[in-house]
């Protein structure tokens, strides 16, 4: 991760005065939302969300939100996997529902590439030199009070 690493957590549970879901972002700030979404892919995951979500779904409705919304966060970002998993909690179980699905896309090379350390095959080259003109060139002194 080049040194950059942060934890973004959904914590979710039922008690007695019903459910809750909270997120725990990486620098520790705690919300209490409705829907949430965290990571990478998570302004793609929200979009789904912020469209289909209704209070008091079933749970088979809901299952299918969270996966369409998991799905597209991980088409909108290269790092965020590839399987949707879910972890549904109710007030009489948790159900762990590993996978509840995989991705329909395969990585698969047409080719085999194989390079030395330091080094990128070139293609193909095409120089095109561009044609610039100044039109209007001004400075400006800036307040810095």
């Not at 302004?43 to 369409?68: C, N, S």
């Not at 330091?118 to 307040?143: F, H, I, W, Y």
């Amino acid at each position: 991760y080049r040194g950059q690493i942060g934890a973004h957590l959904i914590l979710g549970g039922v008690d007695f005065s019903g459910s809750h879901l909270y997120t725990v972002g990486p620098y520790g700030s705690v919300n209490k939302l409705p829907y949430v979404s965290m990571g990478s892919g998570d302004m793609a995951a929200l979009g789904i969300l912020e469209d289909r979500f209704k209070p008091d779904m079933e749970v088979e409705e809901a299952k299918v939100l969270v996966r369409d919304s998991i799905q597209a966060g991980i088409m909108s970002d290269l790092g965020s996997g590839s399987n949707v998993d879910l972890c549904v909690i109710t007030a009489h179980a948790v159900d762990y529902i590993r996978p509840y699905q995989e991705s329909p896309y395969t990585a698969c090379r047409d080719r085999k590439y194989k390079y030395s350390p330091g080094t990128t095959a070139l293609l193909s080259e095409k120089v095109v030199p561009l044609q610039l003109e100044l039109v209007n060139e001004a400075v400006q002194r800036m307040d810095t009070h």
